[in-house]
């Protein structure tokens, strides 16, 4: 058990995430309504932890992602209520803060998935409250915005997942608080609604995972 006695988190715990450094120590990483982000090794200890004294996030963290760039560095991305996203280093160093004046979400943001498109280039999605997914480039450059004017959420997004067909076409599915869950091209197109006609929820999306089954 991960509590306070081992230097865990003071209060409710949103998000984990596995991760493996470029020298192939294992982690986890943990983030929590406490506002911070702490690093579990393979022995249950807390290593690190990742607050606002060393350039972290203002308000609660509500999603985490490992990610691998097109050079091989390898990065966590979190996602908090302070409308920010950061990247993190394996040195647990902040080298970047996707806010506002980067074209960043005015809302709290949710969730964040990896996603390497079909020509291999790499990128992250970000939902957010403000009914947003935003898409960034390995410069930390947002490229696109999916919103209502692109037959996105017209509520909060609170999941994503990137999804490769049987046809080896890829995905962005997106879950929201308007019931529906959306599915997305490299193009950023959305191609399909999943809703109440497609016998989907009536109510708010929370998760998504990508299964391949038995078959394949």
């Known amino acids: ?75 966590i991305y979190t ?36 996603h390497c498109d079909e020509k291999g280039n790499k990128f992250i999605y970000s939902g957010s409250w403000d009914n947003t997914i ?9 490229v696109q915005v999916l919103d209502a004017s692109r037959g996105g959420h017209i509520d909060a997004v609170r999941c994503l997942v990137s999804h490769c067909d049987e046809k080896g076409n890829k995905f962005i599915y997106s879950g929201s608080n308007d019931n529906t869950i959306r599915k997305w091209n490299d193009k950023g197109e959305c191609v399909q609604v999943l809703d109440k006609s497609r016998r989907g929820h009536t109510n708010t999306v929370c998760c998504l995972v990508s299964h391949a089954d038995e078959r394949g």
Not at 45 to 53: A, I, M
Not at 91 to 114: A, F, I, M, N, P
Not at 136 to 142: A, G, I, L, T, V
């Open 1 to 75: 058990v991960l509590d306070k006695s081992r230097g865990c988190h003071i209060s409710s715990v949103y998000c984990l995430v596995s991760h493996s450094d470029v020298n192939g120590n294992k982690f986890i990483y943990s983030g929590s309504y406490d506002g911070t982000i702490r690093k579990w090794n393979d022995k249950g200890e807390c290593v690190q932890v990742l607050d606002k004294s060393r350039g972290g996030h203002t308000d609660t963290v509500s999603c985490l992602v490992s990610h691998c760039d097109e050079k091989g560095n390898k990065f």
């Open 79 to 114: 996602g908090s209520w302070d409308s920010t996203i950061r990247k993190w280093n394996d040195k647990d160093e902040c080298v970047q803060v996707l806010d506002e004046s980067r074209g960043g979400h005015t809302g709290s943001v949710w969730c964040l998935v990896s």
């Open 134 to 142: 935003r898409k960034w480039n390995d410069k930390d450059e947002c």
